[in-house]
């Protein structure tokens, strides 16, 4: 026979498990009272009164359309200005995620301030327009990031939604239970249901039906239209100057279920709005990826992105008015249905048939999808993304005409800019890895993949001097203007200045053209896998910049899958990628070499920062015709024509050149332009020039670095530093942790230092 169940004894707790479990619970308890607090706090639900109040104080925030939501979250988060050698544009930070931490994992777009600028432009001109009519197409090669802004936007949305800026509301119908005996519907000790002013605020044990809405239609469409727009220009005429009410506000409708509902309602309360309203509940909701509110990615599936089902009988349905029970209620669903208020985006729209879009000319136009049973009203931002094949190919069709006047046409193009190239592999790339990143790997990548995607200048499109100029332009000259400013030192300074000052002429040159600078390179996911690869070279226990360059060599083996290696390679080696490895290489061993020349320490770094900056001195009183004070003497002299002489020589200038200390001031002048009221800053004008001083003083010092070089080689290939002296082992000692500020670790280092020997200490003069 069973023991009662009271009898049964507890299981013993380990010790202070009574104490942690009472912990659990205060924590919980503290959890609960917290959530409370914030759905309070978030006026999670309202009665249709509470909302119109909350509409009374703030009818622009809650009377926008969707266009005029998104254009608003672009605001919300802020804009800056980014310095680029071709200007300055304007950058969102929306898509750098400044919500989340620095490292946590938010879709993020790396350069393309054009493209967010097209995007907000375009909301802009919807907002004006009071709807979104036109389907916003970002077209570009593929990985171009189309799809990365689509998500930066996404997010964006879902983050802002749960602002009090961003509130976004929608109402269901509530219908109570008819009970009314004592405390049944909780409100004054007994009062029965039909007493109340509003539903809104039952439990749910209070509650025989409630009919959700998945149109999330705004809750004024509840009002005749008349005196709805009377109500709204009251309203927004007080609070609102610097917009007007949506199209969607002013002229909008309920959709099919709720027109069927209130209606219903109406004729059972004797056409009573009041009563009608009672039913109503207002609900806070969130835009949400994952659950497919307001932000929804279609696929290029071959079907209508909208549906109809009936809605089946149950308990709560048949506890309906039997008016609704007699309706027959149709709910719509699908895509366009779960992106209302928010963004749809259209990914890789052209891979459909043509057919499987044409509704989008009529959806966009109208607003409006036409289904079997009803016309369902929409309400979203449409955004898609096609790559450039599909969408020349588009061009070619015979309805091309018809559907580009419901098109917004943004170009996607590969970065051109060095620095955001490899921002792309360092933060999306590298934490995969999962291995030491040995210095100049993703710098390596980056210049690679940009050197791809260059073309060569057209001379017959600029102004005469210009064009003498870009005509001798070669692909890495380019590359460097692109990354810095940096112009050709073999060019005298005044062409120096024309191409620096007209570099934004040089990046837009192909901007209106079909083939564009951008469309054709190696694309960031094929550079990804090279970067994959070359971390599992077991020749190299780091991810090592010689393993990058051996997967580059196979990488161009395989000109068969590529466009950009069936190119035809061009005077300036435009399209030449075996000059690109070799150049790219021969830029990482220069990098290498003023590495371990930096971690020597047999020069400090500043005193070439202090010689630099003493000539600089010295030119702007020469070219001024001023003296200078001397700080011994008290005396004002000339200008010291042997410092500049002995400083122009070891930067390699001819004594011919009449216009180079010219054009050093004017170098100055015109970083003053741009940086008003600071300080000139010497290193961040003169950058190569510093560096040029630094390799023709170290020119002195190759065997001192030489024997420093082999002794790190032995340190760190051997493990030890037999037959030298103590103050020769510490001053290798000293390179290593020097090289370790430099990010190098033991086996990077080696390998540094191996190469450097290998390639360019190898002569015995050296």
């Given amino acids: 026979m069973d023991a009662p169940v009271d009898s049964v004894a507890s299981p013993r707790l380990p010790d202070g498990a009574k104490e942690r479990r009472h912990d659990a619970s205060e924590h919980m308890a503290a959890i609960d009272a917290s959530l409370k607090k914030e759905f309070d706090a978030s006026r999670r639900v309202l009665s249709f009164g509470e909302f119109l109040d909350l509409f009374a104080a703030h009818p622009a925030r809650y009377g926008r359309d969707a266009s005029q939501y998104v254009h608003d979250m672009f605001v919300h988060y802020g804009t800056e200005k980014v310095e680029r050698p071709w200007g300055r544009p304007t950058r969102f930070r929306l898509f750098d995620a400044p919500w989340a931490e620095p490292d946590a994992e938010e879709p993020r777009l790396v350069g393309q301030e054009h493209v967010q600028m097209g995007v907000f432009r375009i909301l802009s001109n919807f907002a004006r327009e009071g709807a979104s009519n036109r389907l916003t197409l970002m077209h570009g090669p593929n990985g171009s990031a189309k ?61 025989d039906a409630r009919l959700v809405i998945e149109l999330r239609d705004h809750p004024l469409f509840l009002l005749p239209q ?21 199209r969607w506000l002013y002229d909008g409708e309920l959709c099919h279920k709720n027109k ?6 109406l004729k059972d309360y004797n056409g009573s709005l009041v009563e009608v309203l009672r039913h109503v509940q207002v609900e806070r909701y969130y835009i949400s990826r994952r659950y497919r509110v307001g932000a929804v990615t279609v696929g290029p599936e071959m079907t209508v992105d909208a549906s109809e089902r009936q809605v089946t009988a149950d308990r709560s349905l048949a506890s309906l008015p039997t008016s609704l029970q007699a309706t027959t209620l149709f709910e719509a669903h699908g895509e366009l249905v779960e992106a209302s208020g928010g963004v749809v985006e259209f990914s890789d729209l052209l891979k459909r048939p043509l057919d499987a879009f044409r509704y989008l000319q009529t959806t966009l136009e109208t607003g409006a999808v036409s289904l079997s049973q009803q016309t369902v009203f929409t309400n979203m931002v449409a955004i898609g ?107 005298p300074s005044e062409q120096r200045k024309v191409l620096r000052s007209n570099c934004d002429l040089l990046f837009r040159e192909t901007e209106s053209s079909i083939v564009y600078e951008g469309l054709v390179g190696v694309s960031p996911r094929t550079m990804r896998t090279v970067l994959l690869d070359a971390s599992q070279d077991e020749d190299y226990r780091c991810v090592s910049p010689f393993a990058l360059l051996r997967q580059l060599d196979a990488l161009c083996q395989r ?70 004070r001397n700080t011994v003497t008290g005396r004002d002299e000339e200008a010291d024509e042997n410092l500049m002489g002995e400083v122009e020589e070891l930067l390699g200038v001819s004594k011919d050149d009449k216009n180079h200390r010219d054009g050093v001031i004017s170098n100055i002048a015109a970083w003053a332009i741009e940086h008003p009221g600071l300080e000139p800053d010497i290193e961040a004008i003169f950058p190569n020039q510093i560096q040029q001083l630094k390799t023709s003083a170290f020119k002195k010092l190759r065997k001192p670095l030489l024997v420093l070089l082999r002794g790190l080689v032995v340190r760190l290939d051997e493990g030890g530093l037999s037959g030298m002296s103590t103050n020769e082992k510490q001053e290798i000692e000293d390179m290593l942790e020097r090289l370790r500020g430099l990010d190098y670790d033991e086996h990077s280092a080696a390998d540094a230092a191996s190469a450097l020997l290998r390639d360019r200490y190898q002569a015995p003069s050296a």
């Fill in 226 to 246: 008349r005196e709805r727009r009377e109500l709204i220009d009251k309203l927004w005429g007080a609070a609102v100057k610097d917009r007007r009410p949506s």
């Fill in 385 to 491: 993304s096609a790559n450039e094949v599909h969408m020349n190919a588009f061009r070619e069709h015979p309805e091309y005409a018809s559907f580009r006047g419901r098109l917004e046409l943004i170009r996607v193009p590969y970065l051109r800019h060095v620095a955001d190239e490899r921002r792309i592999y360092d933060d999306m790339v590298v934490p995969q890895l999962r291995k030491h990143i040995a210095p100049h790997t993703t710098t390596l990548a980056a210049e690679f993949a940009v050197l791809t995607r260059l073309m060569r200048p057209d001379p017959e499109g600029y102004p005469k001097k210009l064009a003498e100029i870009v005509e001798g332009l070669t692909v890495v000259e380019k590359m460097d203007l692109y990354a810095d400013g940096e112009t050709p030192e073999r060019l």
């Fill in 260 to 265: 069927q509902i209130f209606d219903a309602l």
């Fill in 147 to 207: 799809s990365t802004a689509a998500a930066c936007i996404h997010r964006a949305l879902e983050v802002y939604s749960d602002t009090e800026e961003g509130a976004l509301y929608r109402f269901h119908w509530i219908f109570p239970t008819r009970r009314t005996s004592k405390g049944a519907i909780g409100f004054g000790g007994g009062r029965p249901a039909e007493e109340l002013e509003t539903y809104a605020h039952l439990e749910d044990t209070q509650v």
């Fill in 559 to 628: 000109n068969a899958e590529f466009e950009w290696l069936k190119l035809k390679p061009l005077s300036g080696h435009y399209h030449d990628h075996e000059h690109f490895r070799s150049i790219i290489r021969e830029r990482l061993m220069d990098r290498i070499e003023r590495d371990m020349r930096t971690a020597s320490g047999l020069v400090e770094e500043q005193q070439y920062e202090e010689l630099f900056g003493r000539y600089i001195k010295h030119v702007s009183a020469f070219v001024k015709r001023e003296k200078l």
